[in-house]
C-alpha cells in the first residue's frame, strides 16, 4: 500500500482530543499513513507520547505556509469550526469533516425535544472516514504518557489500592458537587484519591477537612501524575471530564455523575465496539431543565444544581462494577 501524509485537527480539549485516538489509529494503520496533529499548545503534549502521531502542530505557532510545506495529502477536520474550517480551505486539497448535529444538540437544549441519534462521537466519526476506507478497529481509545514526568511518590502511591475521585472539569456544572463528592467518601469502601486542578483546590480542602483518610492531590499533580494514578485506580468516580475519557482509554472501570450535560450528546466513556460494561451512569433525569447546555456554566442558572445535587447514587450497580471479572479488564 502506498504510503500518505494525513493531517487531523482538533484544538481543544482533554476529553475531545482523546475521542480522536481511535481515528488517529485507524488512520496510521489502514492507510500505512504518516499522521500529523494540528492542535492549541495548551493541550499538544497530549498527543505527543502517542506513537500513532508522526509529528503535533501546535495551532498558535506553525503559519499556513508551514502547513502547505508538508504536502499532506488529506486533512481530518475533527473540530469543524471557523478556524479549522479555514485551515482546511487554506490547504486546498482533499479533506473529511463530521457532522456535529448542533441544530440538534440545541434543539434539546432549548425544548428539551431529544432527536440526537443513539451514536457515541467515536462511531460518528468512523462513519464519516468510511467512504475513504477508514474502518473502526473497535479498540477504543489511546492514552499515552511520559514515565518520566511522575514522581517516585506516586509510583510508590500506585502500588497501593484505591479509588479516585476526579472533582475538576472545565464548568462548574459539570463538577462532582461537594455533598455528592462526600456521599461518595462516606459510603464506598476503601482508600480515595482526590485528582482535579488548582480550580476546585479549595472544594478538595474542605472535603479534606470532613475525611482525614482521604489523599488531596487537587491541584498538586499534571496530566502525568494524574494517568498514572487513575490507571492503577480500582475504580473511578467522576463528572463529564477530561479524565472521565482518560480513565475510559486506560480501560478503567468508571460511575459517572451527570451534571447539566447528559451521555445522550455522545461523549460518554468509550472503550471500542467490543465491551462497553466498564462504567455506570447515574443522572438526573427528573430534573426538567436538564441539559441546559451543551458544554456548561460557572454556576447553575437555576440556582439549585438539582440535576446534581438531587442525583441519586446506586450503590448495588457500583458493586456490580467492581465484580466484573478480572478478564474483561
Known sequence: MTSRKALVI???SIGDIILTTPVIRCIRKQWNAEVHVLT?????AILKPNPNVSEVHEYEQITTEELKALKFDHVFDLQKNHRSRRVVKSLGISSTSYDKLNIKKWLYVNTKFNILPHKHLVDRYFEA???????NDGEGCDYFYEIDNVPE????????QYNV???GAAHATKRISLSKAGEIVSQI?????ILGGKDVADMAALLKK??????????KTNLDESA??????DLVFTGDTGLMHMAAALRKKIVVLWGNTTPAFGMYPYYGTTDQSRFVSFENKNAGCRPCSKLGFSKCPKGHFDCMEKLVIDLDAIRDLENISEEVE
Open 10 to 12: 482538533r484544538f481543544s
Open 40 to 44: 492549541k499548545k495548551a493541550f499538544s
Open 129 to 135: 472516514v468510511k467512504d475513504i476506507g477508514i474502518q
Open 153 to 160: 511518590s506516586t509510583m510508590g502511591l500506585a502500588k497501593t
Open 165 to 167: 475521585l476526579v472533582l
Open 189 to 193: 469502601d476503601g482508600k480515595c484519591i
Open 210 to 219: 470532613e475525611f482525614p483518610e482521604i489523599i488531596n492531590l487537587a491541584g
Open 228 to 233: 498514572h494514578i487513575i490507571k492503577h485506580a
